[in-house]
């Protein structure tokens, strides 16, 4: 039953069972016979929606499995007073001595036990052992597993099968079949370290790319031959951790080779395409309030004249395709300690997830193999989001999902933290002379090769070959580290600070440590369990670890602090100012190497870039126009457009007593609001909005479009809820299916030019970005690329949080406006998805206009003149006055002839007019004394009052000619936004 | 005078400790946040305190299950100095986290204090997940000072396991002696089902209190309800004059003062 544990670096390890001195207890917690059991109930649910009919109930046990110096009386005491609750539980004592062989239950029942494969961590089993200790007991080990029983005609092939599709995920648990007697815990076993040359000196071109290609190392032929070259001059072969260290820090998830490097794109030369596209931009733009942009782990500008804060979003994609509930929980986790690492460490104070998935009822035949059903892996990274964010008391409260069959192999999972941090603690640096010390968990083999592995495509063998990539993380870990950090910085007891991420402390120690030098015994590092190799131990990526630089005169002092709330701190070395890294290992040297060298060693090639889109074919309405209505439904119950509130309400969303407009608003707190915002700052009413813009249908036909139409979506949601469109940031994450082929590279040339221009004419400075360029799902010969995806989230500032506004209409007889010019956009929108129809001009965003229309939002509503403010996006005017509607469940009635338009050739006919995604459009809701003064905020810009709401709950649109096109009840519209996403 | 004091407690995984601080800010009194470990060198910091207040949050990540470690840790560490802040009068209040900590330790229903086995438990949600909604709550006993002054309120809960339950005879003496301060109800102020009782709490209990009403534990959030602007429909309803969750606090620090007298 025990499978090796596979991952690119380990080297053989075994498992072994241990010589058992000592009894093992095995105590069994279930629910009485007479109470609820809804974690079976909820089992038993999921079981028969994946087709499990045969399955009558599901029962719900938790196991302890505890050994060590301890009598029955001990066991009894413990399991008594602490693991099962006297009023809901009781419980089974058996030890190895008691129940020898496997007991199959009674006839028609059939149980399963699911554990964690040896060496992934159990969260759990710290916490237990505290308590445990706390009784005066102290076992040799813990831990923890779930036990199944359930009734039912099911053979054993199928048993299995739920098993190890439904209730364990194989890459990190592995389930037995019949009760498993207890006995000893599997230890991993592994040979002891030694030195290991890698031999590139006498490598000819083809052995050099055998060694990339061998070792892992994601290292193209150019990258290898100047590492050849470089040890030439040295005279000696590199170590095997020298080469991984250079191949994590020049891999593309560390230092972003294809976007920062030579490009040429049919003739226009680029050195750095980020930086003469993007960052340029927020070079000219040179606004005061950014204080720091593109340097530290996440953009920063000014909130208030003493605080400022932070916004960093990160991909996790592959480590979610392979284990969802631990990729993104990992995720969430990596990205918050990206903020703990700004500056001299900042307060998470939000989380933002952007998720894109194939659709929830992708039919099992038609999943490539080796992919995960997408309702599980959606069900999981919400799972591991939940449980990580809501642990770490920060609030979840801004998102999106977006559908489409290409992320089948590669779903998409965007992790975003803002935080925010005093103006003058925003600089920091390291000195020669401080210690290196790590603070937080400890160093295993979770998640090495991360950084190469995202360099690489996923396939049918990635679930085997890249499991070591897997991370399981500990949000009590990272809480208690969160919590004495802070308390450092505000003692300042530390001069540097950054997080142990991809690359692990190679990484982290590497960064901190360019333009001095480094001075590092591996043997300090400490372990959750010996036996690891040098290269183990740098390259890990182990979870909840963070990286400062302390002044020697204050590391008893911070010391002191850290260990008082039982956070482990360790000195590992001090940097120096000798230019290089140097590790020892057992007092032997294992890596020496410059540093220059390492930063800025990496060889630049020229990649090709070419866009040659097909010319646009215009889009057909069918004729006879369909029912607007049906396609109004149809495009709700999408799951792009569908409620999210499933997914919502599982995070916390208000922890930390700042939620001024929460994600869910409305008449029953259930419509889509179009942006989150907080009041940070306790008892200050300053506040901060969050918003995202994402298309990728338009990237299909028109990547810089799409690039544009997603800033504006991120701008337009920010301000319809009150932020100041003049001290919005932008943030920008590329995913991509590859960036090795032309066309696919042209676009993303296509997409970063459209982002600096229109940061530039919006004045919405990007800060920081990460991209993801290797998404592509190979099946033998075929490749799944996931489209063009581009992610950019607004930050913005909310003068007074009082004057928000939220997007459900308030109040019978209000007049109702439409902001902003409706064109004959209609390529890549909902409504042809709907229909089934192509072609169409993708929405182009006119700067000038917009920014006009937004600051005028943000006018009308800072004078107190708008009830309701929702933007147009996916599904046009149709979907959000729907939405607004219902949310307010206000009825309405608008004539589609008032719409301003502009740029058609020839009458527009209805349905464009409704369903159109033209951008930079709102939809305001007015009460009549205060129309003259709104409409005098707008003047001279498309502005133009459509209807009036209605106490009658219908939504009725009238063409041109007064004639009813839709007549739709908002009950009916909300049950076909709502239903579609509704899991028990 | 000296301002009342509040000891809000911390330890690995409380997280709503800064805003229960900012409550107590809010309505006069001092409050500092103590790690259970300094707690446990230093019990004496009890003595100094009027109000002890264990927040929200997943102390020890909710291990076995919500509040147990934390409840274990009390129960075998704290026992003797609780028991003397108990007998002084003062005030315990534990939400959420606090209340699940409360429960398990055998400080409530505290028919007896620290009573093994406990009389009552906080489980998992009938829906077995974890849930952010606002809920109306029924103010049914002012046993405990801290929920007078008003029939309902509104504030949000936000957890996996909130779901009361006890036993017939317990619910029973509960109610007799007055423990059943606060239900879940629907917009009518009426007892009904899932959404307005999230969590499939038995008799639609939301929070209880000990015998005395000193002792007192409730799943919803009261610090996340302090500003007018934290009301989910305030855009729609306008800014309130009042908050619901801040009266908790003020009526805390109000018996605090009294208790002093």
């Known amino acids: 039953m025990h499978e090796r544990l596979p991952g ?216 290898m031959q100047t590492i050849k070259t470089h040890f030439t001059a040295l005279s000696r072969n590199p170590t095997d951790i020298e080469i991984e260290m250079l191949a994590q820090t020049w891999s593309e998830h560390c230092i972003h080779k294809t976007l920062s490097g030579p490009i040429d794109f049919m003739g226009e030369k680029f050195s750095n395409l980020l930086g003469e596209t993007i960052m340029k931009s927020t070079r000219d733009l040179n606004l005061p309030w950014c204080l720091s942009v593109f340097k530290d782990n996440a953009g920063v500008i000014a909130l208030t004249d003493d605080q400022a804060v932070c916004f960093k979003v990160e991909t996790h994609n592959h480590p979610s395709a392979i284990e969802p509930y631990g990729g993104a929980g990992t995720g969430i986790g990596g990205v918050i300690r990206d903020i703990l690492g700004t500056g001299m460490a900042a307060r998470p104070v939000l989380n933002t997830d952007v998720f894109c998935f194939a659709p929830p009822d992708t039919r099992p035949e038609d999943l490539p193999p080796g992919t995960l059903p997408p309702l599980q892996i959606m069900k999981g990274v919400v799972s591991g989001v939940r449980d990580y964010g809501n642990r770490m008391g920060i609030p979840t409260a801004s998102g999106a999902i977006h559908f489409d069959e290409r992320y089948v192999g590669n779903p998409l999972v965007y992790c975003g933290t803002v935080g925010i941090l005093p103006c003058n603690r925003v600089e920091k640096a390291a000195h020669p002379g401080d210690a290196i010390v790590v603070v937080g968990g400890r160093t295993g083999r979770d998640g090495l090769g991360g950084a190469t592995f995202s360099s690489y495509e996923l396939s049918e063998e990635s679930e085997v070959v890249s499991s070591g990539a897997v991370q399981i993380g500990n949000p009590i870990e990272e809480k208690r580290t969160l919590d004495v950090i802070l308390q450092a910085r505000d003692r300042d007891l530390f001069s540097c600070i950054t997080d142990c991420g991809a690359g692990g402390l190679s990484s982290a120690v590497g960064e901190m440590g360019e333009g001095l030098g480094v001075e590092l015994e591996l043997n300090r590092v400490p372990l959750k369990y010996a036996g690891l190799s040098s290269v183990e131990i740098w390259l890990s990526e182990a979870q909840e670890r963070m990286v400062l630089a302390v002044p020697e005169d204050k590391v008893e002092a911070l010391a002191e602090l850290i260990l008082s709330e039982d956070v482990e701190m ?415 | 005078m000296k301002p009342v004091s509040a000891l809000v407690l911390r330890a690995a995984g409380i997280n709503c400790d800064i805003e229960t601080e900012h409550a107590f800010h809010l309505v006069g009194a001092q409050a500092d946040r103590v790690h259970i470990n300094r707690l446990k060198s230093e019990p004496e910091l009890l003595s100094k305190a009027d109000i002890l207040v264990i927040p929200g949050g997943f102390s020890y990540g909710d291990a076995i299950s919500a509040g147990t470690i934390l409840a274990n840790e009390l129960r075998t560490s704290l026992q003797d100095p609780l028991r003397k802040f108990v007998g002084e009068g003062k005030l315990i209040l534990g939400i959420c986290n606090g209340f699940q900590i409360l429960t398990k330790a055998g400080l409530l229903p505290g028919f007896d204090l620290f009573e093994e086995p406990a009389q009552a438990t906080v489980s998992f949600n009938a829906s077995d997940r974890f849930e952010d909604r606002w809920v109306r709550l029924r103010i049914d006993s002012e046993k405990s000072p801290l929920a007078r002054g008003r029939s309902f309120l509104e504030m949000p809960v936000a957890h996996a396991e909130g779901r009361f339950v006890a036993e017939d005879d317990v619910l029973a003496k509960l109610s007799a002696q007055g423990q059943i301060v606060m239900r879940y109800v629907n917009r009518d102020g009426e007892i009904d089902g899932y959404p307005s009782n999230p969590n499939g709490s038995v008799d639609n209990i939301a929070g209880i209190c000990d015998p005395s009403g000193n002792i007192f534990g409730l799943m919803p959030h009261p610090e996340r309800f302090v500003y007018p602007y934290h009301h989910p429909r305030w855009t729609r309803e306008g800014l309130r004059d009042e908050s619901d969750g801040l009266l908790l606090f003020k009526n805390a620090v109000g018996h605090a003062l009294e208790r002093r007298g």
């Open chain 1, 8 to 223: 690119p670096l380990l080297s053989s390890p075994l498992f072994l069972f241990e010589e058992a001195k000592e009894l093992i207890w095995k105590i069994e917690v279930s629910v009485k016979t007479d109470k609820d059991d809804p974690a079976g109930r909820k089992t038993h649910r999921d079981l028969l929606a994946q087709g499990y009919s045969e399955v009558d109930d599901v029962k719900v046990t938790e196991v302890y499995l505890l050994d060590g110096d301890l009598s029955e009386e001990d066991v009894l005491s413990i399991a008594k007073r602490l693991l099962a609750d006297p009023v809901v539980h009781e419980f089974k004592l058996t030890s190895e001595e008691q129940e020898s062989a496997p007991a199959s239950s009674s006839p028609g029942s059939h149980v399963l036990e699911v554990y964690g494969r040896p060496g992934v961590m159990d969260p759990f089993e710290m916490n237990i052992r505290r308590a445990v200790g706390e009784m005066g007991f102290e076992p040799r080990s813990i831990r923890t597993a779930r036990q199944y029983t359930m009734r039912g005609e099911l053979s054993k092939d199928r048993l299995l099968e739920i098993g190890n599709r439904v209730l364990a995920n194989p890459v990190i648990q592995e389930i037995e079949v019949g009760k498993r007697p207890p006995r000893p815990e599997t230890k991993v076993a592994t040979p002891g370290r030694e030195r290991v040359e890698i031999p590139v000196l006498k490598a000819d071109d083809a052995a050099l790319q055998k060694i990339s290609l061998d070792r892992r190392l994601a290292l193209s032929l150019p990258e």
């Open chain 1, 570 to 984: 360790t000195v590992l070395g001090s940097f120096t100012d000798t230019g290089r890294v140097h590790l020892t290992h057992d007092g032997e040297t294992v890596l020496d190497l410059d540093l220059e060298f390492l930063h800025d060693g990496l060889p630049r090639v020229e990649k090709k870039a070419e866009w040659n889109p097909s010319p646009a074919a215009p889009l057909t309405i069918p004729s006879p126009a369909p029912d607007a209505g049906s396609i109004l439904k149809t495009i709700l119950s999408h799951p792009t457009v569908a409620s999210k509130e499933w997914v919502i309400r599982q995070y916390d969303h208000e922890v930390q007593g700042a939620s001024v407009i929460k994600p869910l608003v409305g008449e029953e707190e259930d419509g889509p609001s179009d942006a989150s915002v907080i009041a940070p700052i306790l008892g200050s009413t300053i506040g901060v909005a969050v918003g995202n813009g994402l298309n990728p249908d338009y990237g299909d036909l028109d990547p810089y479009r799409m690039s544009a139409a997603a800033i504006d979506e991120a701008l337009r949601n920010v301000t319809a809820v009150g932020a100041d469109p003049e001290r919005i940031a932008l943030l920008d994450n590329f995913s991509w299916g590859s960036a090795d082929r032309p066309q696919a590279l042209g676009a993303l040339v296509l997409a970063s030019k459209a982002c600096g221009d229109y940061a530039t004419a919006f004045r919405t400075p990007f800060i920081s970005g990460k991209d993801s360029l290797n998404n592509e799902y190979r099946v033998g010969d075929k490749i799944i690329s996931i489209p063009h995806t581009l992610l950019i989230s607004s930050i913005g500032v909310v003068p007074d949080v009082r004057k928000c506004v939220t997007m459900d209409l308030k109040g019978i007889g209000h007049h109702l406006y439409i902001a902003g010019f409706t064109r004959p956009e209609l390529g890549g929108s909902q409504y042809a998805k709907a229909l089934g129809i192509t072609g169409g001009e993708v929405p182009q965003v006119d700067a000038e206009i917009a920014k006009k229309t937004f600051i005028a939002v943000h006018r009308a509503i800072q004078a107190g003149l708008i009830r309701a403010c929702h933007d147009l996006s996916e599904g046009g005017l149709a979907v959000s006055l729907a939405e607004a509607a219902f949310a307010g469940n206000v009825g309405a009635t608008i004539h589609l002839g008032q719409v301003p338009v502009k740029g058609f050739s020839q009458e527009p006919s209805p349905h464009e007019i409704l369903f159109s995604e033209s951008c930079s459009r709102f939809l305001i809701e007015v009460q009549p004394d205060l129309s003259s003064a709104f409409e005098q905020v707008f003047e001279g810009l498309p502005l133009a009052k459509l209807g009036e709401t209605s106490l009658e709950p219908f939504v009725q649109i009238l063409a041109p000619g007064n004639e009813t096109i839709l007549r739709e009840p908002l009950i009916d519209l909300k049950e076909a936004w709502q239903a579609t996403l509704r899991f028990s």
